[in-house]
């Protein structure tokens, strides 16, 4: 038998001793290459190791030219507006060289002061030599972990920061920044770093240092301040906005009980001192006081000024890369030039139309927000509050606030995308009859403001007395997603995009958005029907120049989106104004122009809007309560759009909206919602010249020429639908179905 007959019969086949010597060999190769791998790998690892230790010890000797005891504290910032020719002017600095501090000795500041910010910002200040290495190490395996910020900055490097002004997120800049740090401890002592620190950083609504923030928060000395006071100034310093107590005074007394703990843990004071202290957070009492010291008359920006600088903040952030401290420094610290597009003149009459509003006057707690901008974009005139402005950053109704918009959500989230898709027209007929299984108990809605239902209406006479059943069955013809992806791909809602599914339910149509929408949002959605469909981002600048003179930040070549078809626009644009002429919207109108719009109040009265525009403007105003309650008076929104639009259109020469050429008017039959033929009751209507009605033939063998005209029927039901009343349905049985309920948080609308 052969060997190989053998082998397989047994476990193993049988080695061929001929094989050992290539086989050890093929070992010995392996081995080779892999000893050569390794070794070139730890040679690589030991070259890169000399270049950075090279690199390293280059940075030893950083130092920054500054001199403590002869501060030239940055640059002043400066806001520009046009002027009525359109040239730039100088209309204020934003806190540059002392205006926003006042510098205060080390003796001057009391202990609990510097005491508090250490605690918060830097415990082991007064034993590093500048650089807090367990921070660091720490915050450095958080940068690598997690791809967060670098952070672990001591009370020294942030005063490096500041001063400096490099704010670029790098390595390399926080290497240098650490030998900075621990040169700077070489030239001076502990107390003259934490003094200078404490006079230069910022303490939240245009505070810079502990001086201007005990004024501001206190109205007195920072000599003066109690232990509970200075706590309170330094939580602020770690987010000034989020923790000014003019702002958010819950989150600083969250903070301030914070710094105290720390200030006990630390031994720093006395647990009857932390008792006291704790105490006085409870029943903080802070008097906004301006510091007259700066010489200032103009330390409180309007509402229009507070918002810019927030923009200029979020798109140095999004365009450049800047966190939002460094952001913040800029605008106070880095010398920009910010060419503002706010119109001087009507932001006068935006504040003199809320401060005069004789129904907002009569109920002194309600709160109003305004928002104005032209066609192109360009934010004219912003109000945040009825409330008189005493202070920098407060909360803002028309930017900050979302809330539900009612029926001016029916024109954009349901008919303007369903005339654009051929869906509807001006005269479509839809059913004003409740939807079977409209809520999630399988009842029937939405109910209209009177709780009564019409049956077969035109889409016109719909939209103008502001009936929601209509505005849904339009919604669901349209598609709740294509609904959804409308508002939110074409006209900018990003209150929606959190909302997810909730946002894409039947209660849409009628304003029953999850968490709401801002003024803002809807004021910039209005302008399609005023220009052609185009949708412009709203900006408050023109451009934004640093210190040197180069444009870092630039909107003047805002470019336009179209939203909608230009025959679209001019279609919504005539039926939005049936509603000011005939409908809900009467007492907004102004004599003599031209303007377009819709109510939109809540179920249950507690927020009233009103959005529309004319040939120049699109304004939006709602009108509401801080904790949402029942409104008293729900005509204050169009009372402020009215007042506010009439006095800007007396600037004005006369002018009227452009009709787009594919758009022809056409006398239309109010039963039929065709085109009128013999005996049908007539009213006129506007449409795309492609997409004209057929004929209506309902009333040929009529004797009459002609019934009661939709026109009359609006006029004699005028009176009942010219003020926003009352609930179409509860919001709280809703379902947040995409496609058969309306959504668990949706408001129904009144009107």
């Known amino acids: 038998m052969k060997k190989s007959d053998i082998n397989q019969y047994g476990l193993k086949p049988v080695p061929d001793p001929k094989g050992n010597s290539t086989g050890k060999a093929a070992g010995k190769a392996i081995s080779r290459v892999v000893i050569t791998i390794v070794s070139l790998f730890f040679a690589t690892l030991f070259i890169i190791g000399i270049f950075m230790f090279s690199y390293i010890m280059s940075l030893r000797g950083e130092e920054i030219d500054i001199d403590l005891h002869s501060l030239n504290l940055d640059y002043t910032s400066f806001i520009y507006v046009n002027d009525e020719s359109g040239n730039p002017v100088e209309y204020k600095s934003l806190y540059g060289g002392e205006s926003n501090r006042i510098w205060v000795d080390y003796q001057d500041i009391p202990q609990y002061m510097k005491d508090a910010m250490v605690a918060i910002e830097d415990k082991r200040f007064w034993e590093h030599n500048g650089v807090d290495w367990w921070r660091t190490l720490g915050a450095a395996s958080n940068l690598l972990s997690s791809g967060g910020s670098f952070g672990g900055s001591t009370i020294t490097q942030q005063l490096i920061k500041n001063l400096t002004g490099e704010s ?21 002592t502990k107390e003259e770093i934490l003094e200078c620190y404490l006079n230069v950083v910022n303490f939240g609504s245009g505070c810079k240092g502990v001086q201007a923030a005990a004024n501001l928060y206190f109205g007195k000395d920072i000599k003066d301040c109690s232990l509970a006071e200075c706590a309170a100034i330094a939580g602020i310093t770690q987010n000034p906005y989020a923790y000014s107590p003019m702002n958010f005074p819950d989150q600083n007394k969250e903070r301030q009980q914070i710094v105290l703990s720390e200030m006990y843990n630390q031994e720093k004071i006395t647990k009857e001192e932390y008792d006291q202290a704790m105490s006085e957070s409870e029943n903080m009492n802070f008097v906004f006081q301006e510091a007259t010291e700066t010489g200032a008359d103009d330390t409180i920006n309007n509402w229009y000024i507070d918002t810019m600088i927030q923009d200029v903040v979020s798109d140095l952030q999004s365009e450049l890369g800047y966190t939002k401290e460094d952001a913040q420094n800029m605008i106070y610290y880095g010398g920009l030039k910010i060419y503002s597009a706010m119109d001087s003149s009507a932001q006068e009459m935006a504040e003199n139309a809320v401060a005069n509003d004789r129904n907002l006057n009569s109920d002194p707690d309600m709160q109003c927000g305004v928002y104005m901008m032209d066609y192109s974009g360009r934010v004219l005139a912003i109000v945040g509050s009825s409330d008189e402005k005493e202070g920098n950053m407060w909360f803002n109704y028309a930017t900050d606030a979302k809330r539900q918009p009612g029926s001016s959500f029916k024109p954009i989230a349901a008919y303007a995308p369903a005339i654009d898709k051929g869906i509807i027209n001006y005269s479509s007929i839809v059913q004003d009859e409740p939807i079977p299984n409209y809520f999630d108990d399988g009842t029937a809605g939405p109910n209209n403001y009177d709780h009564q239902f019409r049956g077969p209406v035109t889409v016109q006479y719909a939209l103008q007395q502001s009936y929601n059943p209509p505005a849904v069955r339009v919604y669901q013809q349209l598609g709740p997603q294509n609904a959804y992806n409308f508002l939110t791909q074409k006209l900018g809602f990003t209150s929606l995009v959190g909302g997810g599914v909730d ?6 149509a009628i304003g029953g958005v999850h968490e709401g929408v801002t003024v803002k949002e809807m004021t910039a959605a209005f302008q399609i029907f005023g220009n052609g469909g185009q949708y412009n981002e709203p900006y408050t600048y023109y451009y934004v120049e640093d210190h040197d003179g180069n444009v870092i930040l630039d909107n003047r070549d805002n470019i336009s989106t179209q939203a909608i078809k230009s025959s679209t626009a001019t279609i919504m644009q005539k039926l939005l104004t049936t509603v000011v002429t005939q409908g809900t919207g009467t007492g907004a109108g102004v004599t003599g122009w031209q303007i377009y719009g819709k109510t939109g109040t809540t179920d249950i009265d507690d927020n009233s809007y009103f959005v529309g525009g004319s040939p120049y403007a699109v304004i939006g105003v709602w009108t509401g309560y801080q904790n949402p309650s029942r409104l008293r008076n729900t005509n204050a929104s169009k009372s402020v759009f009215q007042s506010l639009m009439g006095a800007y259109l007396n600037t004005k020469q006369l002018k009227q909206f452009t009709t787009d050429s594919s758009v022809t008017s056409a006398v239309y039959c109010t039963q039929s919602g065709n085109l009128a033929g013999p005996g049908c009751p007539t009213a006129t209507g506007w449409y795309e010249r492609s997409n004209m009605p057929s004929e209506c033939t309902q009333h040929q063998n ?30 709280s049985s809703s379902s947040s179905s995409s ?7 949706s408001s129904s609308s009144a009107a």
């Open 503 to 508: 946002d894409s339910n039947l209660g849409v």
């Open 702 to 731: 009529t004797n009459t020429t002609s019934s009661r005209s939709e026109e009359e029927e609006e006029s004699s039901s005028s009176n009942t639908s010219s003020s926003e009343s009352s609930s179409s349905s509860s919001s």
């Open 168 to 188: 670029d997120v790098s390595i390399s800049r926080k290497l240098k920044e650490i030998f900075r740090a621990e040169n700077l401890e070489k030239k001076y």
């Open 739 to 745: 496609s058969s309920s309306a959504s668990s948080s």
